[in-house]
């Protein structure tokens, strides 16, 4: 689980976002925003949450979360090999590529 | 032949191509026209292939003349596909800037499956980016007009397929509906739309949004198109852990279903504040028509409701923030230009990418999940999705079917809802099957001045069938679905010409 950044709430309760909250969660998402953005984001989420924070008045106590409609659960397949060899058609697709390797900028000095 | 073929519903349009009355080339021909004339004013189509269509159009009529493999019910009959569905002639951009020129290197099982049963793919629907929206504003590629009233929304997010079925550009296409974004363009457009029970259809190559709310649909303009197009896309597919394995009955033989001793449940949350009076006026009427026809109305009660729209918004959000983490700028979709490391690249490659609106989400649900949050938000909302599910399961010991309004109003103005809430109570009577897995349809039931209106019915678990068999019941003693948007009513001189040297 990842840590917003934002302080806990006291007793559950939803708390205003503020600008540096927004910007630690965008921080997670890796999404870039700037002073303007990150502003008017905490207003909007602000209003989002007002909107979910009806659902503390609901008493769930002793109700199992559902995950899933129709509690479906995972099927197992037979451990065979069903892929093919797709790289070139896979990599086609890619920003950047080499010697069937994804470029991305170097990472290790 | 006395109506133009694009005033044929899909049904008709299959009927007389076995007959030999028309060819699969004269079909993708005159649609193609029609796509080529009014698609500017709509934007309802991304992507149109006309070469592939009309090479496809040729085989399905080489089958229809009994060589190579056998018809089946859709040979030869014109569709599009959300551009949510991979498909390999054609890009798949989900309405987004990070997928603009993708080209998939695999088939959306719904793409294949309709393609095997001999569709012609004219081409790929605008929709709200990633499938979040109400009112196709979000697309990267521009809004889509209402054909009923261009200054108005067709809905979203499926609603460049609402608007090219409405308009008449081809008579039906593929949706995919999360909270309702196949209902609610087909209530806004004057269709008949169905989201089949989680399950049902194949997600696999349908790009994912929230994967426990996703499925995908028809939206034609009648229950008989409903039936014979989700005959052909649902079944089990080995490549959606979820698919289920169930047997997809014959939904065409369904449609006949007597409505007396039917009972449908009307439940009294989708009658409160908030309810447009000229949409409750329309369903009301069409309520008591099923009355006429023999169902029996029952009052029932679905408690929770009225947290479906707050029990959605985390869940959803949730699952998305999780699901598009995918796009990183490193294996597929759009990159930043020049990214100093790799933080920059990522950042930059989904803040450029990504729209306001799919920013929004992926923090709400970032957020949601985040240490000290998530039992707060995303184990509460999964809580109370239980307690709605309980109330349907509670109705459904009662009746049979549930029926409502698809939407508070009619389709609103471009524009119109600002605020991001404002927007997200446009699902307020949808969410609910959704977070449930239920079937439900829309069907349109009336008209608020100039803008159709839409009846909902939700099912239980795999009741398609019995769902589609009301709706027809319903339009065969209604004419809702046959009315047709003024501005786009008409062939043009050409389109008739065309189909005058056609027949000739």
Excluded at chain 1, 25 to 50: F, M, P, Q
Excluded at chain 2, 101 to 125: C, D, H, W
Excluded at chain 2, 433 to 451: K, R, V
Aim: charged share 25%; hydrophobic share 40%; aromatic share 6%.
């Amino acid at each position: 689980m990842l840590d917003s950044g934002a302080d806990p709430p006291p007793d559950g309760a939803p708390v205003a976002l503020d600008s540096d909250d927004v910007k630690a969660i965008a921080h997670l998402a890796r999404i870039g925003l700037d002073e303007d953005s990150r502003r008017r984001l905490a207003a909007d989420l602000n209003t989002v949450l007002e909107l979910v924070a009806e659902l503390e008045s609901v008493d769930t106590s002793g109700v199992e979360p559902m995950a899933h409609p129709l509690e479906a659960t995972l099927r197992l397949r037979d451990d065979i090999v069903t892929e093919r060899d797709r790289c070139v058609a896979l990599q086609a697709i890619a920003p950047e590529v080499e010697g069937g390797y994804f470029l991305v900028p170097r990472v290790i000095e | 032949m006395s109506a133009a073929l694009h005033e044929m519903t899909l049904a008709m349009q299959a009927r007389a191509l076995a007959g030999g009355a028309c060819s699969a080339v004269e079909l993708a021909e005159h649609h193609l026209a029609r796509v080529e004339r009014l698609n500017g004013t709509l934007n309802a189509l991304l992507a149109v292939g006309a070469d592939e269509a009309l090479a496809a159009a040729r085989d399905a009529d080489a089958r229809l003349a009994g060589k190579g493999e056998a018809p089946g019910p859709l040979t030869g009959v014109p569709i599009v596909h959300k551009d949510i569905f991979c498909t390999s002639a054609l890009p798949t951009t989900c309405g987004s800037r990070m997928l603009d020129g993708y080209v998939s290197p695999f088939e959306a099982t719904v793409v294949k499956r309709l393609r095997e049963a001999g569709t012609v793919l004219l081409g790929k629907a605008n929709m709200d980016e990633f499938a979040m929206g109400s009112s196709n504003e979000n697309s990267f590629f521009g809004p889509v007009a209402n054909p009923w009233d261009t200054s108005c929304v067709p809905g979203g997010s499926s609603g460049g397929s609402a608007a090219a079925v409405a308009a008449r550009l081809v008579p039906a296409a593929t949706g995919t509906d999360t909270g309702g974004s196949i209902r609610q363009p087909a209530a806004f457009c004057g269709l008949t739309g169905l989201k089949p029970t989680y399950g049902r259809v194949s997600r696999h190559g349908m790009i994912a949004f929230a994967s426990s709310l996703d499925q995908g649909g028809p939206l034609a303009r009648t229950a008989e198109d409903c039936a014979h197009l989700l005959r052909a896309m649902a079944g089990f597919d080995p490549h959606d852990a979820t698919s289920s394995t169930r047997e997809v009955p014959d939904y065409a033989a369904h449609l006949e279903l007597p409505l007396a001793g039917l009972r449908i449940g009307v439940p009294r949350e989708f009658f409160a504040e908030g309810l447009d009076t000229t949409v409750g006026d329309a369903v009301h009427a069409a309520l008591g028509e099923l009355e006429r026809g023999g169902a029996t109305l029952v009052d029932v009660s679905l408690p929770h409701q009225r947290h479906g729209i707050a029990a959605y918004y985390i869940v959803a959000p949730a699952e998305a923030s999780s699901n598009l983490s995918r796009f990183d700028g490193v294996r597929f979709g759009y990159r930043c230009d020049d990214p100093a490391d790799m933080e920059d690249l990522y950042e930059r490659s989904r803040t450029e990418g990504f729209g306001p609106e799919v920013k929004r989400r992926i923090l709400i649900g970032t957020y949601a999940l985040s240490a000290g949050y998530y039992d707060a938000y995303y184990r509460k909302a999964m809580q109370v999705r239980r307690l709605i599910s309980d109330d349907f399961a509670r109705a459904f010991t009662e009746v049979d079917v549930i029926a409502g309004p698809t939407t508070p109003t009619p389709a609103f103005a471009h524009g119109a809802m600002d605020d991001p809430i404002a927007m997200y109570l446009n699902d307020l009577y949808t969410v609910s099957a959704s977070l449930c897995g239920l079937p439900a349809m829309s069907l349109p039931c009336g008209f608020a001045g100039a803008l159709p209106v839409g009846l909902q019915l939700i099912g239980q678990p795999f009741d398609e069938g019995r769902l589609l068999g009301v709706a027809h019941r319903l339009q065969a003693s209604s004419d809702w679905h046959e009315r047709v948007p003024e501005a786009f009513e008409r062939a043009s001189d050409t389109e008739r010409q065309g189909e005058e040297r056609a027949r000739s």
